[in-house]
């Protein structure tokens, strides 16, 4: 639910709660967002809904246009009855129902792009499997081998150490890169 919404209901503002109310469903013709927001505004006044005033209203789905959804809007700022207002969202719901198709879709792209960042960062956080995990260590092994070859004063023992890390390094980066070729 929107924080701006909740604070005009908190704040008891019966017009602004109304108002909020009528612009959800042009905002978001589906109806979800409009109905948890309805049930709070429901909770808290007790004076929510006017009487009816005994309007009827365009039963013909063929008649329903956006110039009587806003007809319908309008009327709600002088007779916030509930009977308009289930009219004015079951009008909404036919006359947008593109525009709620597109916000599903919407919706779905987002998810699914939710969804891959998760596993991305799943498979970030968690990249390798045992077999994976060795090679790496050889890798790494071989690099230290090759670095702490560096630091040693006979010369024939920093050659071989050094040649040994040099052999591992390659050795564990051939390995990863056929890991990931997999």
Avoid at 46 to 65: C, I, Q, R, T
Avoid at 78 to 84: C, L, M, Q
């Amino acid at each position: 639910m929107k924080s701006k919404f909740k604070k005009v209901v908190d704040a008891g503002d019966l017009v602004s709660t109304r108002l909020f109310l009528a612009n959800e469903m042009l905002l978001d013709p589906r109806g979800k967002s409009f109905m948890e927001m309805r049930s709070y505004a429901e909770t808290a006044f007790s004076n929510l809904y006017d009487v009816h005033d005994g309007s009827s209203f365009e039963e013909n789905k063929a008649a329903w246009s956006e110039d009587l959804l806003f007809k319908v809007k309008n009327d709600l700022d002088f007779n916030f009855s509930r009977e308009r207002l289930d009219f004015y969202c079951n009008l909404a719901k036919e006359v947008l129902k593109d525009k709620a198709a597109k916000l599903d879709a919407e919706d779905l792209k987002l998810a699914q792009r939710q969804s891959n960042a998760s596993t991305n960062q799943e498979e970030y956080i968690y990249p390798y499997d045992s077999k994976k995990k060795i090679h790496a260590g050889i890798t790494i092994g071989g690099a230290a081998l090759t670095v702490a070859g560096l630091f040693i004063e006979k010369a024939a023992v920093a050659y071989a150490v050094s040649s040994l890390g040099i052999i591992g390094m390659a050795v564990g980066g051939y390995l990863l890169y056929n890991d990931r070729k997999k």
